[in-house]
């Protein structure tokens, strides 16, 4: 069980959105709640115009913005106590994803809980995210929760946390931590996997006619339940095991979650950032991006 969660804000009713959820996490764990807000001064020092901009520090400006995140941090915590569970807060200086990511290490964070927008693309390059971020940089599970109204939760998602594996150990990575995380939630777990078919020219007529090879599929199906039923074995009695067929991975997995109602994904992320981003493109990040639920995403370190 959790003893220690990390639940980053920053004054917005997005971050806000995620408090609730880890309320409930806390209360059927017992864990304390560290409720961080990051007070970035460089964001509050404008610039003046000209043939050459100038930054000017208004050390006035500054404080008025440090006594707002002070209140605001206040705020959560303090109804976070009242609602009965163990939570304490901390401003933190500095830019925000160093600052969450030192300070999950110094307090030992076992879970971090956050919000996350989940912009893709170009959008995700030029305005950036400190989810994504933030995924680059910590060794912690993270726990996602969309920002969208329609998308939150006042509490803890109730279907399945369906598992994302692939047969790599990369992606098996996140096995212990989507583990911990169903049983503190209380949620059944199940694993998928997805067969990408194969295509075979079609003699005579050329490399450019393509067909599937049956036999070739049905082979390649029955291996991935029986890898899935193998890793279940590690799972809580009840893991069910579902393999499925499509071109596109990350649209299986999201029809999939569909499918089986589920509450929430857990899955392994290489973490990848800007440009290296949006040339190589990821599963996991397209999955982030579209997805309407919840996630669990874990970075394997390495």
Known sequence: MY????????????????????????????ARLHVALVHDPSAFIPFVPGEVSVPVYDAEVEQEFRRRDDRLLQDAVQGLVQSGVSAEGTVLEGTVVEALVEHARAIGAELVV???????????????????????????PVFLVRSAPEAASAELPTGPLLVTLDGSPFAEAVLPHARA????AGMPMGLVGVVVPHAVPMAPFGAEALLADPS?????????????QQMAASCPAGTAVHAVTDMAVARAIIDEAGRQRAGALAMATHGRGG????????VADEVLTHATFPMLVYRPQG
């Open 114 to 140: 956050m919000a996350t927008h989940g912009h893709g693309g170009f959008t995700r390059l030029r305005l950036g995210s400190v989810a994504t971020a933030f995924l680059h940089h910590t060794p912690v």
């Open 275 to 282: 440009l290296k981003r949006l040339v190589l493109g990821s």
């Open 216 to 228: 070739l599929l049905q082979a390649e199906e029955d291996g991935m339940t029986r890898y899935l």
């Open 3 to 30: 003893r220690t969660l990390l639940v980053p804000i920053d004054g917005s009713a997005d971050s806000a959105r995620v408090l609730p959820v880890a309320a409930a996490l806390a209360r059927r764990t017992g």
């Open 181 to 184: 995380f169903a049983e503190a």
